[in-house]
């Protein structure tokens, strides 16, 4: 029985899809941007603040833990050159889920996943501050 458990399936089995979810996450961290559908976005979300937690505090072991979580070294060093820094005085929330309505082909619930305070963000801090 699955009483009590939380974990988003997304239609896998478990090898596959902690597989795809850590091909969303490094997507993420190195384009800062994605498009997938709901369900994906909220489960890659959770995994990519705990990635970017990590990258906060530059240690051996923490260099291992995001190295075993994403895939290749480019990313691993994104996390604690560029990511780390950035989100140093935040404590918490790095990625923001925007709805884009249902996706073309299937009806899928489609959303952009990015990461906040980032160069090419589609929310721009600066102007919806101006506008209140």
């Known amino acids: 029985m699955r009483h009590r458990k939380k974990t988003p399936k997304l239609g896998r089995k478990?090898?596959?899809?902690?597989?795809?979810?850590?091909?969303?996450v490094t997507s993420l961290i190195l384009e800062e941007r994605i498009t997938t559908s709901q369900g994906k976005a909220k489960a890659t979300r959770s995994q990519a603040e705990?990635?970017?937690?990590?990258?906060?505090?530059?240690?051996?072991h923490s260099r291992r833990l995001v190295?075993?979580?994403?895939?290749?070294?480019?990313?691993?060093?994104?996390?604690?050159?560029?990511?780390?820094?950035?989100?140093?005085?935040?404590?918490?929330?790095?990625?923001?889920?925007?709805?884009?309505?249902?996706?073309?082909?299937?009806?899928?619930?489609?959303?952009?996943?990015?990461?906040?305070d980032s160069p090419g963000s589609i929310i721009d801090p600066v102007k919806d501050k101006k506008k209140q």
């Open 14 to 24: 478990p090898d596959a899809r902690k597989r795809m979810l850590r091909s969303l």
């Open 67 to 116: 190295a075993g979580a994403v895939y290749g070294s480019e990313a691993v060093r994104k996390v604690f050159n560029v990511l780390g820094p950035r989100y140093a005085d935040r404590p918490g929330g790095y990625t923001r889920i925007l709805k884009l309505g249902p996706r073309r082909g299937d009806a899928a619930e489609a959303c952009i996943l990015e990461l906040v």
């Open 50 to 60: 705990k990635i970017i937690t990590k990258g906060r505090n530059d240690t051996v």
